[in-house]
């Protein structure tokens, strides 16, 4: 009888396993998580949290959770491709902690933090626009490989160009 009961137990956890798996696989979004800073795109504000897919046929920008498309770029119209930084002193951030300890506050004004901004200009007849958008850390260099990729342009270091009157 116990050997009943235990080919029982044994089949009642595999249905449960089966029927609820204890991991769930989910497709992985190939897309960026970007944040708009600027540009001709009508309807953002700078600050807006979109996300990016780089693909053959297009470059797509769509909402934070990737269901209303805001614009798409052919990569055949695309005129240049920027990059830049933007790096600060982190400040305010050691002052705050300087209230409670003084010797972590000022090893932390000591460090610096980056920010990092990639560009894209582009021109389809007379449609022209571009904008500006801030990668995470860890994505900027994704997000350039993957727009040098298709469009066939090399990134611009925007800290290499020059201004002139």
Same mark, same amino acid.
């Given at each position: 009888?116990?050997?009943?009961?235990?080919?029982?137990?044994?089949?009642?956890?595999?249905?449960?396993?089966?029927?609820?798996?204890?991991?769930?696989?989910?497709?992985?979004?190939?897309?960026?998580?970007?944040?708009?800073?600027?540009?001709?795109?009508?309807? #953002?504000?700078?600050?807006? /949290?979109?996300?990016?897919?780089?693909?053959?046929?297009?470059?797509?920008?769509? &909402?934070? *959770? =990737?269901?209303?498309?805001?614009?798409?770029?052919?990569?055949?119209?695309?005129?240049?491709?920027?990059?830049?930084?933007?790096?600060?002193?982190?400040?305010?951030?050691?002052?705050?902690?300087?209230?409670?300890?003084?010797?972590?506050?000022? #090893?932390?004004?000591?460090? /610096?933090?980056?920010?990092?901004?990639?560009?894209?200009?582009?021109?389809?007849? &007379?449609? *022209? =626009?571009?904008?500006?958008?801030?990668?995470?850390?860890?994505?900027?260099?994704?997000?350039?490989?993957?727009?040098?990729?298709?469009?066939?342009?090399?990134?611009?270091?925007?800290?290499?160009?020059?201004?002139?009157?």
């Amino acid at each position: 009888m116990s050997l009943n009961l235990l080919k029982a137990f044994v089949s009642l956890i595999l249905c449960f396993a089966i029927v609820n798996p204890p991991c769930e696989l989910e497709a992985k979004d190939s897309g960026y998580v970007v944040v708009y800073d600027g540009g001709s795109l009508s309807g #953002l504000k700078s600050g807006e /949290k979109l996300r990016m897919y780089i693909e053959s046929s297009g470059i797509r920008l769509m &909402d934070e *959770k =990737g269901k209303t498309v805001i614009t798409t770029v052919a990569p055949s119209s695309v005129t240049e491709v920027s990059y830049g930084q933007d790096v600060h002193r982190r400040v305010g951030t050691a002052v705050a902690v300087g209230v409670f300890t003084l010797g972590l506050g000022a #090893l932390t004004a000591l460090s /610096k933090s980056k920010k990092h901004f990639v560009g894209l200009t582009w021109a389809s007849g &007379d449609l *022209k =626009g571009g904008f500006a958008m801030q990668c995470d850390k860890n994505d900027y260099r994704g997000v350039l490989a993957g727009l040098e990729g298709v469009t066939g342009k090399k990134a611009v270091d925007s800290e290499a160009m020059t201004v002139k009157n």
